[in-house]
């Protein structure tokens, strides 16, 4: 079995930072592609930034250049810095992992439980 588990939400004033955590752990050969996603009340769950392996990053319009993906391979964790926080930032923020849990696995995409992110002065 695989678990993601997130940490790092929080109540936060407009203009201000969190950093998310995001730790793979279990049977794990491999991790492709790592992202975190958002889901606001009443909105559909979007994507915020993904990281290749390889550490080539993308993000979602409404972040960029406040917001910064990064892992660390040999901990098989990714991370979320987000900086210049906004009230429409608010959401529960998931993290996802590609990830072949053995040698003759095919990838399969992981789920974390979720974290609170609150922007609100």
């Known amino acids: 079995q695989v678990q993601l588990v997130e940490s790092g939400g929080g109540l936060v004033q407009p203009g201000g930072s969190l950093r998310l955590s995001c730790a793979a752990s279990?049977?794990?050969?491999?991790?492709?592609?790592m992202g975190w996603y958002r889901q606001a009340p009443g909105k559909e769950r979007e994507l915020v930034a993904a990281?290749?392996?390889?550490?080539?990053?993308n993000y979602a319009d409404s972040v960029k250049g406040r917001f910064t993906i990064s892992r660390d391979n040999a901990k098989n964790t990714v991370y979320l810095q987000m900086n210049s926080l906004k009230p429409e930032d608010t959401a529960v923020y998931y993290c996802n992992a590609a990830v072949k849990p053995r040698y003759n696995d095919l990838y399969s995409i992981y789920w974390g439980q979720g974290t609170q992110v609150t922007v609100s002065s």
């Open positions: 279990g049977s794990i050969f491999s991790i492709n592609a």
């Open positions: 990281i290749t392996s390889g550490g080539s990053a």
